[in-house]
Antibody, heavy 115, light 112 residues
């Protein structure tokens, strides 16, 4: 069955970096784009951008340009999200979601940024 | 950016009754390919969102046919007939017409 399994929760200090992974299984990884969605505590969903899993080309929403990097380990069917110079407002759950429909979602990774 | 406005923000429904959620777009979601780029998701408490409806009116795989969606180019309605306990959560509409993809603020469905 199709699954997106994300890495575990993270507790970081402001200014640090974090890398989140999203491992896909049950389908051909390069057949579907991978999107990233942010959900701040108690808030709604915010699209961050996506990565073309065939070419590796990332596309970022304006609010996520600069400190955010999407990358792939295609041989491991894994998409990654790296956030550098973490700020308190980066505290959120980060989801990966498959394809344009967002038809499958990872379980989410809670990133807490606190001094 | 396209703004999606959902109403109501919350709804309380008696099990077995129906519920409707509205989503209004600030721009037509009809693409040049003739597809209406409107999606519905349910996020159950403590869970990831799940796809319910794609391209305005198509039921996602495995979703009960108690869920249906219709609309025009800018106004959309998700209808849930015979609400069940498992339908509790927050419903989001979202679009894929252009960057950035955006979501509505969500509608919380509770049971009476």
């Amino acid at each position: 069955q199709i699954q997106l399994v994300q890495s575990g929760p993270e507790l970081k200090k402001p200014g640090e970096s974090v890398k989140i992974s999203c491992k896909a299984s049950g389908y051909t990884f390069t057949d579907y784009a991978m999107h990233w969605v942010k959900q701040a505590p108690g808030k709604g969903l915010k699209w961050m951008g996506w990565i073309n899993t065939y070419t590796g080309k990332p596309t970022y929403a304006d609010d996520f340009k600069g400190r955010f990097v999407f990358s792939l380990e295609a041989s491991a069917s894994t998409a990654n999200l790296q956030i550098s110079n973490l700020k308190n407002e980066d505290t959120a759950t980060y989801f990966c979601a498959r394809g344009l429909k967002f038809g499958y979602w990872g379980q989410g990774v809670m990133v807490t940024v606190s001094s | 950016d396209i703004v999606l406005t959902q109403a109501p923000l919350s709804v309380s429904v008696t099990p077995g009754e129906s519920a409707s959620i509205s989503c209004r777009s600030s721009k037509s979601l009809l693409s040049s390919k003739g597809i209406t780029s409107l999606y519905w998701y349910l996020q159950r408490p403590g869970k990831s969102p799940q796809l319910l409806i794609y391209q305005m009116s198509n039921l996602a795989s495995g979703v009960p046919d108690r869920f249906s969606s219709s609309g025009s180019e800018t106004d959309f309605t998700l209808k849930i007939s015979k609400v069940e306990t498992e339908d509790v959560g927050v419903y989001y509409c979202g679009h894929r017409l252009e960057y950035p993809y955006t979501f509505g603020a969500g509608t919380k469905l509770e049971l009476k």
